[in-house]
């Protein structure tokens, strides 16, 4: 067999936007049969890599050959048409349409007076779609389909336009463990059938999985290309954060300490059963100052649910939230914000920032009411306020006008946080602070949890990831079916007792009561 | 249990599928859902109708259902591209004027034959649509702007061609163009098996060709429409095209039935068409609508009129109260339809 051909190749690729250079000569080489790890930190340039061999922004320089010929793509549909199809994060589908005509859209059958041959499209589409695991009606509205089988759905009409080159930009991260083994062995498929992939996710676990080969992008310059096997993880950790390997193997993964000293033994937040129909059955927590609480269970257990009534954003049935002794009145936010607690919500693109307004005016915006007088607000006293914050949370922006749309997503939690920060609570509610945001920003948001806990804050945490959760949190509160099965502290904090007890393993710990009604 | 895995696959895991009361409803509650949000006015107008000939021995009689079919024909013509527009997410506000404009240019130029008095409305009515079209898909302005400004500039050119309403233009009796507004066939106007017609053609376009696909996706999820392909622009250009060509064309045949091109008409017609839609159970938001709801939606419109108007003792002012108040409830029901569906 003859070596496999080169299908797409990249040569001095650069883009610029105002005020910064997004992605700066990089080369990129892809062969038939190849998957293709793209890795870097957020803002390292591999959206814009994306996006330029997509069509959806054009190049300042250098050229893209596709297949032997040099292409230059205006549209995202050029490109597709061509060969070049796109899974992004988020599905990127009709969520009211009915699956069959999502995944036929465009390239719908169409009998002799071209109006679509349904009973043809929905056949098609169920075969079509048997074959990445995911059995349903097609007539139903994909909207109706779970997540991860509409990420199939996305896949499959990705697939099915006859791609030469497959681009995946984080498939997985709404998937779960059994749909993460489909898309691989769709991945396999692809790979056998001579297709390139390009495989973009922060998953170390998935690159190993599937990947043979590996570019490393880091401030939108190529730092490292070649075989993935000969690059052991934390060589690509520190080649991706651009750190010494001592350092990263030093510090491990995360960036926290541990221990922290909880002044006190008054809770800075107590609260007594919480009780959402449906979600949450009797939820009791109790949070001291200096101390990291967190928040484990899976999915849909009941922890966003629970930052949600503490902070008052979800009305309560019954239950009592006490703030440093003062007991507050439920299901109303702004009297929790009044009484100190903040709450960083799981979704920060649609529960908290305003992409269109600036890094300042972001900041700025809960605090205002504090900052006027009469009504009118002392710039003067934001600008100190967004100075201070910018600084010690270390946002990287070009300026507090810039739009927090254009900054990073690490970027924009830390506007988020410090939105509530300066607020000056007295608890600190953080759901999934770090999910979505590159390694680098997760170690910096980590670091900052253990200062403001080192402060005297209160901090609730709630994370997917487990040794996020262990390593951040003094105590671990475990949730299952919206009721609290179990508290693991001091040295039974580890990652196994967790799963154990999340598992419902009474050995772990002795289980305190658990509500039948779940 | 044990693990494997540094990074252990339980962070992913899914709801547990035993939890009660997850989002997403069961699959009947769902259908159930759909089925009164697709449906719900058909019925609300059988039940209205039943009533109504019950109570009115004058309601189900021939005439009477036949003057209501004729004179909802030109508001159904109207909604049947409002229909289209509000899939995509926008909306048109130019209808109503268009609708005016397109009788007087008709009547304007039945003098110069019935092929002129038809083509001129169409042509006049459906550059505009393409405008307002160009402006919103180009120029990506909003909607709601653009159309209320072909309302407004449509409006004046309706008063510069009749000296400010002073001249009137008639049909003149016979001709091809008045037997095609006045006639009868099979004993329904012939303005109702036209727009029969256009509305069995423009079913099946929504539904069963690519361009009815791209109306929807357009209107579903306008970024992702743009990444699967879908000719965004172009899309919308086309309906906004439609929904003035149909104005346009209701128009001339109104003004055929009546045989004069009346410079008044047509005032708040597109606040009509905007409810007859809506109550036919079109998403305001768009990416969900048929347009067998729309002509449900314009008929109910028409019946609760007459309704009123056989009462008799009640004043017709009040038929806009209770439209108005009928429009709040549907679209309370919808948004109540919607939430369980999770469709907003």
Known sequence: MAPPAEVLAVRGLSKSFPGVRALDDVDLTLHAGEVHALIGENGAGKSTLIKLLTGVYRPDAGEITFQGHAVSFGTPLEAQKAGISTIYQEVNLIPLLSVARNLFLGREPRNRFGVLDLARMNREAEDTLRGYGVQVDVRRPLRTLGVGAQQMVGLARAVATDARVVIMDEPTSSLEPREVETLFSVIRRLRDAGIAVVYVSHRLDELYAVCSTVTVLRDGRRVHHGSLADLDRLALVSTMLGRDLGEVREEGLTKFTGDHQSAGSEPVLDAADLTVPHKLHGVSLSIRPGEVVGLGGLLGSGRTETAKAISGALPVRSGRVTVAGVPLRGGSAPAAIRAGISLLPEDRKSEGIVPGLSVRENIALAVLPRLSRFGLVSEARVDSVVDTFMKRLRIKASSPHQKVGELSGGNQQKVLLARWLAMNPKVLLLDEPTRGIDVGAKAEVQKLVDELAADGLGVLLISSDLEELIEGSDRVVVLKDGAVVGELTGDDVTEERLMRTIAGDTLAEPVKEVTSDG | ?344
């Open chain 2, 1 to 344: 249990m044990t693990v494997t895995k540094a990074d252990a696959p339980v962070t992913t895991a899914s709801n547990d599928p035993a939890g009660t009361g997850e989002p997403v409803g069961s699959a009947r509650s769902e259908r159930l859902s759909a089925l009164v949000q697709q449906h719900g006015a058909l019925a609300v107008l059988v039940i209205v109708s039943l009533v109504a000939s019950l109570s009115f021995d004058s309601f189900a009689t021939g005439d009477n259902v036949s003057n209501m079919a004729t004179s909802s024909a030109f508001l159904a013509i109207v909604a049947l591209g409002m229909t289209f527009v509000i899939i995509t997410g926008g909306i048109d506000l130019s209808v109503g004027s268009l609708f005016a404009l397109g009788g007087v240019l008709a009547a304007w130029g039945s003098r110069h034959g019935t092929l002129v008095a038809l083509l001129l409305p169409l042509a006049v009515c459906g550059l505009i649509g393409v405008v307002n079209g160009l402006l919103v898909a180009r120029s990506r302005l909003a909607p709601f702007i653009v159309t209320l400004a072909a309302m407004l500039g449509a409006r004046g050119l309706l008063l510069a061609i009749t000296d400010e309403g002073a001249d009137t233009f008639l049909i003149g009796k016979g001709s091809l163009l008045a037997e095609l507004g006045q006639g009868t066939t099979l004993g329904l106007g012939n303005p109702v098996w036209i727009t029969l017609a256009l509305f069995v053609a423009g079913a099946v376009v929504l539904r069963r060709t690519r361009f009815g696909q791209h109306v929807y996706a357009v209107g579903g999820n306008e970024d992702a429409a743009a990444l699967m392909g879908a000719p965004v622009a172009r899309t919308k250009i086309l309906v906004y095209t439609l929904s003035g060509l149909l104005a346009g064309l209701a128009g001339a045949l109104n003004a055929a039935w009546l045989a004069s091109g009346v410079t008044i008409l047509g005032n708040g017609m597109e606040l009509e068409a905007i409810s007859a839609v809506v109550i036919g159970g079109t998403l305001l938001t768009g990416g969900l609508g048929y347009v067998s709801g729309s002509l449900v939606g314009v008929l109910l419109l028409k019946v609760i009129q007459n309704v009123i108007n056989q009462i008799g003792s009640l004043d017709s002012s009040y038929q806009q109260v209770v439209s108005g108040a009928f429009l709040a409830v549907v679209v309370i029901a919808q948004t109540w339809l919607g939430r369980r569906r999770q469709l907003m």
